[in-house]
C-alpha cells in the first residue's frame, strides 16, 4: 500500500522558514516522482514542485522559483520541500504526491497523495 505522511507544517511570520517532509511507505521509492502541491482556502490545488526519482531532475513554479527548494533522500524513503522568504500568499495546505514514471508538474498525473500539513503565513 503507497502512504505519503506529510509533517513540518506550521504556523510561520513573513521571511520566515519551514522544512516540509514527506515520508514514503510501501513502494520502491526510487522509481517514484514526488511533487508537493498546495491549496488555499477558496482556490484550485497547484503544482509547487517536483522532483524525479532520482533526485536529477527537480521543477518550480514560477512564485516559488529561489524561494523554495525540494530535495530527496531515497535511503531515508523522504522528501522535503525547504521553503524560505515565507510570505502570506503561501499560506495554504501542502500536499506531497507519488507517480511512477516521467515527470509530471500537473495534479491529475499523480494518483497517490497524502493527507496534508497547514502552512499558515502571518504576523
Known amino acids: 500500500q503507497v502512504l505519503l505522511v506529510e509533517s513540518g507544517g506550521g504556523l510561520v511570520t513573513p521571511g520566515g522558514s519551514l522544512r516540509l517532509s514527506c515520508a514514503a511507505s510501501?513502494?520502491?521509492?526510487?522509481?517514484?516522482?514526488i511533487g508537493w502541491f498546495r491549496q488555499a482556502p477558496g482556490k484550485e490545488r497547484e503544482g509547487v514542485s517536483c522532483?524525479?526519482?532520482?533526485?536529477?531532475?527537480?521543477n518550480y513554479a514560477d512564485s516559488v522559483k529561489g524561494r523554495f527548494t525540494i530535495s530527496r533522500d531515497n535511503a531515508a524513503k523522504s522528501v522535503y520541500l525547504e521553503m524560505n522568504g515565507l510570505k502570506p500568499e503561501d499560506t495554504a495546505v501542502y500536499y506531497c504526491?507519488?507517480?511512477?514514471?516521467?515527470?509530471?508538474?500537473?495534479?491529475?498525473?499523480?494518483?497517490?497523495w497524502g493527507q496534508g500539513t497547514q502552512v499558515t503565513v502571518s504576523s
Open positions: 504526491a507519488g507517480r511512477f514514471g516521467g515527470l509530471r508538474t500537473q495534479r491529475p498525473e499523480y494518483p497517490y
Open positions: 522532483i524525479s526519482g532520482s533526485g536529477g531532475t527537480t
Open positions: 510501501g513502494f520502491t521509492v526510487d522509481y517514484y516522482n
